[in-house]
């Protein structure tokens, strides 16, 4: 166990370092050096951002330099805000897409097992039929379109709930979480249902019904803990999905989070913000992955992890 | 009489996409007290059909009960609603698996998949069902059973896995136990020891088997009558002294001389040729006559009804009718006990 | 004593019958190519079919559609921005969209044109009917190249990876663990920052991170078929490299590459639009349906049905490939062969 750990922090630590690399490079690579052609910026102010960048250096000077300022949270200053520290920024508004990104997860999951059960136990039926065309539906229709009809309906045309601003109120959170979770319940209804049914034909489904215990402890005991497990899995997916959901969604909804400043600074052509943001993002998808796979270690006991292969 | 369990006339079929496939055709079974029947056959032949459909566990739909009663105590399980069975499964009537493998659950610590049967129906309190179940792992012989019971499935080996699968089916001292092919899936030094469990088992309990296999040796060890089933009906049965020393129909003869003998030098495993009947489209005859060395014109379009050889002892073969030639059984059925 | 069950039975019939065991034998069922069967089975899957009508629909129209007017996909005109959709006919049908009228009130009406808009036109005046289908055919064209360019470099990645096994293969696969490791977005994003976006940049883009599932599902199936003992037995038996090859493995790994290229074709279209709609997709004043969307998000609480044909356009392409990938999936799935 000890060093299978070791070995996916290993591998957390390599890729978070490739990441921080290609975006290092990409930025090198930025048509006309960002430094050059930001004409919003004051020369003494282009002047500092040289010297901190240390721009006159040679580039493996500079690459060793990046890595030393973001080792140590330092990740430069935006240059839409005046070079306001990146890392202030992110922390400012990180919380508000954490929050609807776990609403719309938990959500979604919650949604989506209660269906793939339902749909799995009932196989064949029309409410199987019914939760799989929404599960085709949701995972078919991008939820930024599902977002925009939602704010038409709900919003524009009926007025119910606000349209596009915030003050962080439950009944902003409504249309934003709905729009994210949809994928969400989809793909995890989809395979929660494909676990269920192959869990309930298993031999051990009939040993617990040959016990003479009642269908519903033979489902809830036996098989959805059984179906459940792999369900961990897509959460990493899932984390990528809601990610990629939210660039689109803060923005219709005029969420102040990272996804919204994300789309503006590409926008903007706000490196040091992309770059920023870009390294934020990957590093909440590869510490979830990362969670999920020793989860999924700790709750399923017939894994057993001796040495490094698991 | 004093029979546990009475099957008459049951026919289950089940719907697939190919039609209606009749698994089970007219089985008549019965089981005293205390006793050991085996059913034997090949795959398909109806023998894991007609142990499930015991049990209630066939699932309907695709599979449905055309027709005959299954007497538990002299009450027809079929009429019974789906709570009367729970009642019924575990308590009354258990059953093992073939495979130990697949039989447990892989996330439920043992101890607590015995457990469940016992909090159900003796309405135990938790750490009274514990005791319980470490009680059955040591009587099954399952070594430091305090601390087995908190283990998962994954951590048994397979023949430790089968007696944890038995003591399951005996947590509640069922009056009868359905066990389909129990030690099949186990290697055959472990055989012998699930075997020896079973019978020591129902030595203390008294409790009734069904003994489903298609291994003359595990029949010999056990039972005391045996059914030979083939293309879902029963076509003979007997004591087992009858059916390993007077064998009157040629599938039984067929089904015996397959068996591998110790003493035989002639190095030779004698096989049935052909394959099971289709019983999507079940012949009209005999089943077995498209097999059968012996086949004669009436075989083919009428199927025979059980001629009664002695009080325990029913063939349904036509040869035993006087109309048909004398045939006499082949020398490769080997007369045991010698 | 024996008891006579049957009385119409005649002595002649006790004769020996001539039935050939081996009839048993015969296979019953007619023995289907994998491709054939694969195709049976998915024409018998309704969803899948209507599905691929309705794409093949799509793509007919998304050719013939811009050239169904004089209008042109870029020209402008400041005269006619912003209108509903009108078709004659459907205007009649009032729950459709295609009266010309926007809040009630008739739009062509209110500004003296003559002319039908059958989409409507954006805020620069230009034919939405025009350009949805033009958009269309760039989003399935970058769909279907990202697909391809998936296909040839997983299969290539994935198949040198599985054949030179040992070092090569650890190489490869450390650095596809760490590349998986990369969430798609962050790599898609970098590169057309670099890049600038355009359609071949979006297109590589795609397909930086396409291939990798790709390759894992080629690099695991052949390692999964290099140990399969049906491979062995057909080794065994003396069949050749070639035969290995064209009966075993194109069989049992095309299906899988066909079903994953079949899902990257939405999942490329849903990356094009998404890309469009934060502003990194296609420039205007060429369309995507991403784009339009995005162009349409920006008038939509004034004009909101801009939004609505270049939504249900993309939506149903999405709908209908992830319906015929699942086809795909069960049609080409031989475990479920029945």
């Known amino acids: ?310 | 009489m004093d029979n546990i369990l009475e099957l008459k006339d049951l026919h289950v079929s089940f719907d697939t996409f190919s039609g209606e496939v009749q698994a089970v055709r007219g089985v008549n079974l019965e089981l005293k007290k205390g006793e050991t029947l085996a059913i034997v056959g090949e795959s398909g032949s109806g023998k894991s059909v007609t142990s499930k459909t015991i049990m209630g566990l066939i699932p309907k739909p695709p599979g449905k009960i055309k027709n005959g009663e299954i007497l538990f105590e002299g009450k027809d399980l079929l009429k019974f609603s789906n709570k009367e069975m729970q009642r019924v499964r575990g308590k009354e009537i258990s059953m093992i698996f073939q495979d130990p493998m697949t039989a447990l659950n892989p996330t439920m610590k043992v101890g607590k998949q015995i457990m469940e049967g016992l909090i159900k129906h003796q309405n135990m309190s938790k750490s009274d069902a514990k005791k319980r179940a470490i009680e059955l792992l040591e009587l099954v012989g399952i070594p430091n059973p305090d601390a087995r019971v908190d283990q998962y499935p994954h951590e048994f080996s397979g023949g430790m896995r089968q007696r944890v699968v038995i003591a399951i089916a005996l947590a509640c001292n069922p009056k009868v136990l359905i066990a389909d092919e129990p030690t099949t899936a186990l290697d055959v030094t472990i055989q012998a020891q699930i075997l020896d469990l079973m019978k020591d088992l129902q030595d203390k309990t008294g409790t009734a088997i069904v003994l489903i296999t298609h291994d003359l040796g595990v029949v010999a060890n056990l039972a005391q009558k045996v059914a030979v089933m083939y293309g879902g009906k029963v076509v003979e049965t007997g004591t087992v002294d009858e059916i390993f020393y007077n064998p009157k129909h040629p599938y039984t003869w067929g089904l015996l001389s397959s068996m591998p003998k110790l003493h035989d030098h002639s190095n030779k495993l004698l096989a049935i040729p052909g394959s099971p009947p289709d019983l999507s489209d079940p012949p009209k005859g005999c089943p077995f006559a498209a097999r059968c060395p012996h086949a004669m014109k009436v075989c083919v379009d009428h199927m025979p009804g059980y001629f009664e050889l002695s009080e325990t002892q029913k063939s349904a073969c036509w040869l035993v009718d006087e109309r048909a030639p004398k045939v006499n059984p082949p020398e490769t059925i080997g007369v045991r006990g010698e | 004593m024996m008891k006579m069950p049957n009385n119409d039975i005649t002595n002649d019939m006790f004769l020996p019958a001539d039935i050939d065991t081996t009839q048993s034998e015969k296979i019953s069922r007619q023995s289907l190519s994998f491709w054939k069967d694969a195709r049976k089975r998915l024409a018998k899957n309704k969803g899948a079919m209507i599905s691929l009508v309705i794409i093949i629909f799509i793509v007919i129209i998304s050719l013939i559609g811009p050239h169904m007017n004089n209008y042109g996909a870029y020209k402008q005109n400041l005269h006619l921005v912003n209108l509903p959709a009108k078709i004659p006919v459907l205007e009649k049908i009032s729950f459709l969209p295609f009266n010309g009228t926007e809040h009630g009130v008739d739009i062509y009406e209110q500004r003296h044109i003559k002319q039908n808009f059958w989409f409507g036109t954006d805020d620069l005046g230009r034919d939405l009917w025009t350009r949805t289908w033009k958009g269309t055919q760039i989003s399935l064209l970058i769909a279907v190249i990202a697909a391809l360019a998936d296909l040839v470099i997983g299969v290539a990645y994935g198949g040198i990876s599985a054949y030179y096994g040992k070092h090569v293969d650890n190489v490869m696969q450390r650095i596809v663990e760490v590349l998986s490791g990369i969430p798609n977005l962050v790599l898609i994003i970098l590169l057309i920052l670099v890049l600038q976006p355009g359609l071949l940049t979006i297109t590589i883009a795609i397909v930086s991170t396409g291939w990798i599932s790709m390759s894992r599902i080629v690099r695991g199936q052949m390692l999964r078929l290099k140990s399969e003992e049906y491979v062995y037995a057909s080794q065994t038996l003396g069949a050749s490299n070639s035969r290995i090859i064209f009966k075993h493995l194109v069989p049992n790994t095309s299906g899988q590459i066909i079903i994953n290229t079949m899902f990257s074709v939405p999942s490329a279209i849903f990356f094009e639009a998404f890309l469009s709609f934060i502003g990194l997709g296609i420039r205007d004043p060429q369309a995507s349906l991403g784009s339009l969307i995005n162009r349409a998000y920006g008038v939509f609480q004034i004009h909101p049905s801009q939004v609505l044909f270049p939504s249900i356009v993309i939506c149903l392409l999405l709908i209908c490939f992830n319906i015929l990938g699942d086809g795909l999936r069960d049609a080409f799935d031989p475990k479920l062969r029945k």
């Open chain 1, 1 to 310: 166990m000890v060093r299978y750990v070791l070995k996916r922090i290993g591998y957390m630590i390599i890729t978070f370092f490739v990441i921080v690399t290609l975006t290092f490079i990409a930025m090198k690579l930025l048509p006309g050096t960002p430094f050059k052609t930001q004409s919003r910026l004051s020369p003494e102010q282009l002047a500092q951002l040289r010297h901190y960048y240390g721009l006159d250096q040679p580039i493996p000077v500079q690459y060793v330099q990046y890595l030393w300022h973001a080792l140590h949270g330092d990740l430069g200053g935006s240059f839409q805000y005046g070079m306001r520290p990146i890392t202030t920024m992110l922390a400012e508004k990180f919380p508000v897409s954490l929050d609807l990104g776990l609403e719309a997860i938990i959500l979604g999951a919650i949604i989506g097992i209660l269906l793939g059960i339902v749909a799995g136990i009932k196989r064949g039926t029309f409410i199987d039929y019914g939760s799989m065309i929404i599960s085709v539906l949701g995972i078919s229709i991008p939820s930024f379109i599902f977002a925009v009809f939602l704010q038409y309906y709900f919003a524009v045309k009926n007025q119910w709930l606000p349209v596009a601003e915030w003050n962080g109120g439950i009944s902003y959170h409504i249309l934003p979480v709905v729009a994210l979770s949809v994928a969400v319940i989809a793909n995890v209804a989809r395979f929660m249902r494909t676990e269920m049914v192959e869990v309930l034909g298993q031999d051990y489904i009939i040993t617990a019904k040959a016990k003479g215990i009642s269908s519903t402890a033979v489902v809830f005991k036996h098989a959805v803990r059984n179906a459940m497990i792999p369900v961990i899995t897509i959460l990493g997916p899932l984390t990528a999905a809601i990610i990629t959901g939210s660039l689109v969604i803060e923005n219709i909804f005029a969420i102040p989070g990272i996804g919204n400043q994300f789309v503006e600074s590409i926008l903007t052509n706000d490196y040091p913000m992309i770059m920023g943001t870009t390294e934020l993002y990957a590093a909440l998808f590869i510490i979830t992955v990362f969670i999920v796979d020793i989860l999924y270690v700790i709750i399923d006991p017939r894994i057993r992890l001796t040495g490094g292969d698991a």
